[in-house]
C-alpha cells in the first residue's frame, strides 16, 4: 500500500537530536530496520545503543544553560534520552509526521495531551466508544472542571452538532475498542479544520501500519507502544505525534516560554514539558530499545493478525452459539467500506464478539486452549476475556449499554498463530458449551 510523502519544511525541535531517517520512498519495512544504521552509529552499531544514564554533562556551562533554554541536547533522563530520541523518529516517520514524544504508557500519553491542552470550563467532545480506562480518565478529566459531551463519532453530523463555542478539542478512536465501531474520520478531520479545534486521534488499534493519523487530518495522533508496535507483551509505552497540521498559534492555553519558532510545533513542545518534566511519565531507554526492536516486524505481524481475525471472524460468524460478531472485515459491519477504503484492505485484529444469552461466558472461556484468558491486545498470542465482566466492569451496566457491551461480550484480541489452531479452538470451546 502506497504511503503519503512525508511533509516538507523545517524539522520541530522536539524530539531532541532526531535521528536521521531514510527518505520515504521506501518501503514501510525497509525504512524501519535500516533506520538505525543508516543514522551512522558509533561502531558501526545496526541498533540504537541503550543508554541508561540518568543526567548528561556539559564542559561549557554556557551549552548546559543553552539546551536548558531550547537548543537540541540532553539533560535529565526524565525528559528524554538518546534511546528514547531514536524511537520517537521512527514513530514519527511510520506517521509521516513532524514529530513525536515518548511516553512510559499509552494512558500517560493521554493524560499528557488533556492536562496540558485544556482548563477548567473547556469542552471537549469525545466519541461515546472508547477504551475503557480512557472514559475513565474523561470522567476524571470532568472532575476537574473540563465539560463532556460523548457523542456517536460514526457520524459527523453528530460531533458538529456537540460544537460549543468553548469546545477546545475533539478525541476519537480510528477503531474502537471493544465494539470496533470506526468513526466519521476524514469528515470530523474536515470539521476540525474549519472549526480550528484541536483533533485527537488514538489510532492504536489500526496502527501507522493501516493508515497514519494525518491522512484523516489528525492534529495529534496517540498511539499504544506497547500493543501493534511492540507487539511482543513485553514492554509498555505510549507516544504522542504532531502531524504539523495544526497552527497552535491560535490555541489559547500555550504557555508564553513555548510560543517560539514554528507555531505547529508549540502545542507538542507543551506536552512534553508537562508530560515528562512536571508529571514524569517518562519511558525508559531499554524499554524504549525493546519497543523498537519489536517494531521492525510490525509489517509482517500485521499482515499475519489481520488475516488471521478476518478468518475467525468468518467462522464465528455462523456459529449457532454466536449470536453477532463484530469485525469491519465482515460485509455485515457498518462502516465495512469505510474500513475498505481506509486501511486498504486490513481491518485490524480485534473482535468483538457477542454470545447467545443461554451461553456460560465463563465456561466458554474456560474450554479454550490455544487463546489465553489475558487482557492486552496487539500481542503475537491470541487474547481474550469476557469484557462486560473486566475491563468494563466498573463502567456499570448503564455505560456499558451505552457502548453496546452486553455480559455475553468476547473481546477478542487476535495474534499470529496458525490459522486452523485458532478456528479449532474457538469451534471446540463453542461446540462443547451448546452440547
Known sequence: MSRPARPQGPRLSISIRP???PMS???????????????????GAIHQPIHPSTEYAYTDARELAAVFQGKAGYTYARQGTPTTASLEAKVTDMEHAQATVAFATGMAALNAIFFALLRQGDHLIASKYIFGNTNSLLMTLENFGVELSLVDATDAAQVEAAIRPDTRMVFVETIANPGTQIADLKAIGELCRARRLVYVVDSTLSS?????????????????LSKHIGGHGNALGGAVTQTGLYDWSGFPHIYEQYRKGD????????????????????????????????????????DRICANALALARFLETHPQVSRVHYPGLASHPQHARATQWFG???????GVELHDHVDVFDCLNRLRVAALATHLGDNRTLVLPAAHTIYYEMGPERRALMGIPDGFLRISVGIEDEADLIGDFARALDAVGA
Do not use: C
Request: hydrophobic content about 40%.
Open 263 to 302: 507555531p505547529r510545533g508549540w502545542g507538542l513542545l507543551q506536552i512534553k514539558k508537562k508530560g515528562l518534566r512536571d508529571m514524569g511519565g517518562t519511558l525508559s531507554s531499554d524499554v524504549a530499545h525493546r519497543i523498537a526492536a519489536g517494531a521492525e516486524t510490525m509489517a509482517l505481524r500485521m
Open 345 to 351: 484492505g486490513r481491518y485490524g485484529g480485534l473482535l
Open 25 to 43: 520512498d521506501q518501503g514501510f519495512t525497509t525504512r524501519l530496520v535500516h533506520a538505525d544504521h543508516r543514522a551512522q552509529l558509533e561502531h
Open 19 to 21: 535521528h536521521r531517517l
Open 208 to 224: 501507522p501500519y493501516l493508515a497514519p493519523g494525518r491522512d484523516f487530518g489528525a492534529s495529534l495522533v496517540v498511539n499504544s
